[in-house]
């Protein structure tokens, strides 16, 4: 489609396996705006977008500002809630949190595509990716990458069950830039508990 990122075409050709267009959709952390702008495009009418700041470069039916933790919506309002490169922009302290109230909103699925560094290499291009991000929202918060296998545990902790963990290219997104990502389909199966803090 016309216009279209690299980065979103990416998060789509993932995303339109896993969701019909009579489908209530969350977007947390939307940033431009672009997913649930052409989502709209395509077909897709119950699509809503949150983030801390309107960053918005697309225009879309639906957006909230929101305070990065608390999501402004009943329990089990959505069928799928998308995370797309948004937990590592998430401030340590607050992830689980996030997660606990994504899992809250959905009543069906969580589709997360994240960061998920390899090596020491990665480890730089993700420190380097934070700081800029800390700039530009003028924060000193710590927003740190996790491994998969960690994510994989918080996610088991949490509750849903994990219907998929897929390594990803490297070059995948983001005009090849080479960030090691992953991809993950959580399935909500059991009312959230509340995990005790370690």
């Known amino acids: 489609m016309e216009n279209m990122s690299i980065d979103c075409v990416h998060t789509l050709g993932f995303l339109m396996r896993h969701v019909?267009?009579?489908n209530t959709i969350l977007d947390i952390g939307c940033g431009t705006g672009e997913v649930g702008y052409f989502l709209e495009r395509t077909g897709y009418d119950s699509v809503h977008n949150i983030d801390i700041l309107d960053l918005r470069e697309?225009?879309?039916k639906r957006f909230e500002l929101y305070n990065g933790v608390n999501i402004p919506f009943e329990n089990c309002w959505f069928d799928i809630?998308?995370?797309?490169?948004?937990l590592h922009h998430?401030?340590?302290?607050?992830?689980?949190?996030?997660?606990?109230?994504?899992v809250r909103v959905t009543k069906g699925?969580?589709?997360?595509?994240?960061?998920?560094?390899?090596?020491?290499?990665?480890?730089?291009?993700?420190y380097l990716h934070g700081t800029g991000y800390r700039r530009k929202i003028k924060s000193n918060e710590w927003f740190g990458f996790y491994r998969q296998k960690r994510w994989e545990q918080i996610f088991r902790e949490l509750g849903p069950k994990i219907l998929v963990s897929q390594k990803l290219s490297r070059f995948c997104r983001h005009?090849?830039?080479?960030?090691?990502r992953?991809?993950?389909?959580?399935?909500?199966?059991?009312?959230?508990t509340q995990i005790p803090e370690n």
């Open 58 to 60: 697309f225009e879309t």
């Open 182 to 192: 992953s991809f993950f389909l959580l399935e909500k199966s059991e009312p959230l």
């Open 20 to 22: 019909k267009p009579e």
């Open 81 to 86: 809630v998308i995370l797309s490169f948004v």
């Open 109 to 126: 699925k969580l589709f997360i595509l994240e960061d998920t560094p390899r090596n020491p290499i990665d480890r730089l291009f993700s």
């Open 175 to 180: 005009k090849g830039a080479p960030f090691a």
């Open 90 to 102: 998430v401030p340590n302290e607050k992830k689980r949190l996030l997660l606990e109230e994504a």
